[in-house]
């Protein structure tokens, strides 16, 4: 074989290597295979058995220069395109990480992917409600730059397991809304004496005496107010 030959040879195989369709997780059950991601841009291409395609997944990570701190959440994004050789409709039903503490919390219990129509996962604009992915509870610092396994679970594609990049917040996902601060949890006080809202009631100190301990006001009837729920 010509030197030529070869060297269109060898550029045939890359080719085709690169445009191979993604190895996809499990088809119908809950039993995860690991993904082989196909990486043509910061996030990662996959696909079901089915043919329910995922594109450009990532988790938005800090800015440059900052960190996600164990606790924290952060959002993930991709594009969904519902493309199964029979034409029914999926549903994405979970998303996790073992990464973090708590799944993402979906809307309606899950979001609708219609056959042949794109689904941006993590949209916030007008006409895709209920598509923010948001995983809570992070359990190892992230600087961005990293890597962490992510789960899909589709209710009839199965589930889909992979890793995903964590893109700094910075260039072209600068745009990107990052997840909310978690809100701060209330100081539980004790009922305050007639005065300034908030603030302690003060002892009374009488004349060549001892101070006196301040006498609770308000109605004392219907006992103490219910601890708030909390959820193992």
């Known amino acids: 074989m010509s030197r030529n030959n070869r060297r269109v040879a060898a550029l045939a195989i890359a080719g085709a290597l690169t445009l191979a369709p993604a190895v996809s997780g499990c088809g119908a059950g809950h039993n995860p295979q690991t993904a082989q991601p196909v990486n043509l841009t910061e996030g990662v291409n996959v696909s079901t058995d089915s043919g329910v395609n995922v594109r450009n997944l990532f988790v938005l990570g800090p800015a440059p220069g900052r ?54 996962l993590g949209a916030q604009a007008p006409g895709q409600p209920g ?59 004790a009922p305050a004496s007639p005065g300034t809202p908030g603030e302690p009631a003060s002892s009374t100190v009488p004349a060549g005496g001892s101070p006196t301990e301040p006498t609770p006001s308000g109605d004392t009837g219907g006992g103490s107010s219910p601890d708030p729920v909390t959820h193992g």
Not at 75 to 101: C, E, H, K, M, W
Not at 135 to 162: N, P
Request: charged share 15%.
């Open 131 to 189: 598509t923010a992915i948001v995983l809570g509870g992070l359990g190892k610092e992230l600087l961005g730059g990293e890597s962490i396994e992510l789960t899909l679970r589709f209710q009839r594609s199965g589930d889909l397991k992979v890793l995903v990049p964590v893109v700094p917040h910075a260039d072209a996902y600068a745009t990107y809304s990052p997840a909310a601060p978690p809100a701060p949890t209330p100081n539980r006080t």
């Open 67 to 120: 960190r996600l701190t164990p606790g924290a959440s952060a959002p993930v994004y991709a594009a969904v395109i519902n493309d199964t050789t029979d034409g029914q409709p999926d549903r994405l039903v979970a998303v996790g990480s073992p990464d973090f503490q708590q799944p993402a919390p979906l809307t309606g219990g899950g979001i609708d992917l219609p056959a042949r129509q794109l689904v941006q």
